[in-house]
């Protein structure tokens, strides 16, 4: 069922009355919260909520009652063979099955691995990674083991099961434990549904239908002109297609009285890698670092390791978005990246208390200028269908005609570069336009939400947008 589909709508608002006819028994909202995510899953096909089921049941028995005559070490063990079991099944094994059977073809071996076709599970890659949270809280001691239902909802949660973001145990079950609940401020709840309304169906589905899937979708028919107002418009469809989810299941997540991590903050003002990833899919990011690059050594063990430790995160990370060649070289190129913005770091540290100046100004705006475009480089093989297509349009990019090319989409190319080069602007303006909402009295708050989201709708592209990240 998609967020923004009529039967939805309908779903939810009869079930928000209800739900709130409950407000002082918390464990009928959460009980009418289990049933309402299952239903969801159950909506398209009730095998992902068999296996959400299923896998719930395990990190249960694993958690909640393993814990009991076994060490950390091992239930950690577990936790990585069940992570593991559920990964390859579901989401990564007609990868490694194409992979493996080309190798030993190489090899000149007639082994064939059989073809499993199974659905890849609603929401997988994010509850599994809600239930590491867990476990890990739970050996840590950083949390009570939870009741059953209680870790149920946890890993269920409607707004978030979809994609994201991922919510931490420690700060989110107490939220399922709480003796009370209460709307959230509903007035800006309310303005980032509008806004999230605004970025999916008028602007990342403007910049998809006109700039970016007539070039993806075939790469060897486009000019050199296109595919870079095709690589800086996917720059923005991504953002404001995930950026947009997130503002939604934060609004719907406030109006059921949860609070879920802010997942960006701004992420094409980053001055570097590490500042980027500081801004872009937060919640991941923090994983990743948590769970993968801290547990690896971090940069606890030199310079070698500490860039080997950064490299092996992002290339999971790439990993983690799909089973497929280009998420891992997307993830391999933000990796070298970070190697060499931190080899760069050690050569030249930067100053301590440096008085700002033009050099350092300048220095700043080259800075977010280059990060900008390495990131849009990378995300080529992010929204490319093979490696094959994403090399293609880098060869197209410098093609024999390119400058002509380039001048045929000045304008366009000129208007991105405005675009790019005004988004500090628009983050301003973002604020105060949210200091400014919270003045306007209740009553009169739903006119101008319904003059937004006329204008909004006459401006919009035909059709209801998907979500990118509800893939991964």
């Avoid at 909402?437 to 009553?443: K, L, N």
Wanted: glycine letters at 6%; one cysteine or more.
């Amino acid at each position: 069922m998609n967020f923004f589909s009529f039967e939805f709508l309908g779903a939810f608002i009869s079930f928000f009355v209800v739900y709130w006819l409950f407000q002082k028994q918390v464990k009928i909202q959460n009980i009418l919260l289990i049933t309402v995510s299952y239903g969801f899953l159950f909506y398209a096909d009730y095998r992902p909520a068999i296996v959400l089921l299923s896998y719930t049941l395990c990190i249960y028995l694993i958690t909640n009652i393993l814990t009991r005559y076994t060490s950390a070490k091992v239930i950690y063990w577990l936790l990585g063979i069940l992570v593991a079991i559920y990964f390859t099944l579901f989401k990564y094994y007609s990868f490694f099955q194409e992979s493996l059977t080309q190798v030993f073809q190489q090899w000149g071996l007639s082994v064939e691995l059989p073809l499993i076709e199974l659905l890849a599970p609603l929401g997988l890659s994010f509850y599994i990674f809600h239930s590491v949270s867990y476990v890990v809280s739970v050996c840590k001691k950083e949390i009570p083991k939870a009741p059953f239902l209680d870790v149920v909802l946890y890993l269920c949660f409607f707004p978030s099961i979809v994609a994201g973001p991922i919510n931490r145990a420690k700060e989110f079950l107490p939220q399922i434990q709480a003796p009370t609940r209460k709307i959230i401020d509903y007035k800006g709840a309310l303005m980032l549904i509008v806004l999230a309304i605004m970025k999916l169906f008028w602007l990342s589905g403007w910049f998809s239908t006109n700039y970016v899937d007539p070039v993806f979708n075939a790469p060897d028919l486009a000019q050199s002109g296109q595919v870079l107002t095709a690589i800086y418009a996917y720059a923005w469809h991504i953002y404001f297609n995930f950026s947009g989810y997130t503002n939604l299941v934060t609004g719907i997540a406030l109006l059921l009285g949860f609070v879920v991590p802010r997942n960006f903050n701004a992420p094409y003002l980053a001055i570097n890698l590490a500042d980027f990833w500081r801004r872009w899919h937060i919640s991941l990011s923090t994983f990743i670092r948590d769970y993968v690059y801290i547990p690896l050594g971090g940069n606890r063990k030199g310079a070698i390791r500490q860039n080997f430790n950064a490299f092996a995160a992002m290339v999971i990370s790439g990993l983690w978005h799909g089973a497929a060649m280009t998420f891992i070289i997307w993830g391999a190129i933000h990796g070298v990246g970070v190697v060499l913005l931190n080899i760069k770091h050690r050569l030249f540290p930067a100053r301590k208390n440096a008085t700002p100046n033009f050099l350092s100004s300048l220095n700043m705006l080259l800075s977010w200028i280059i990060t900008f475009h390495f990131v849009c480089f990378a995300w080529i093989f992010f929204r490319s269908q093979t490696v094959s297509d994403a090399i293609v349009l880098i060869q197209q990019l410098f093609s024999a005609g390119a400058w002509a090319s380039l001048q045929a989409q000045g304008l366009t190319l000129t208007m991105f570069w405005g675009l790019f080069l005004l988004y500090p602007c628009f983050v301003t303006l973002r604020e105060v336009i949210i200091r400014l909402e919270r003045r306007i009295p209740w009553y009169v708050y739903p006119i101008p939400l319904a003059l937004i989201l006329t204008v909004i709708f006459m401006l919009s592209p035909d059709g209801v947008p998907g979500f990118i990240y509800a893939s991964f």
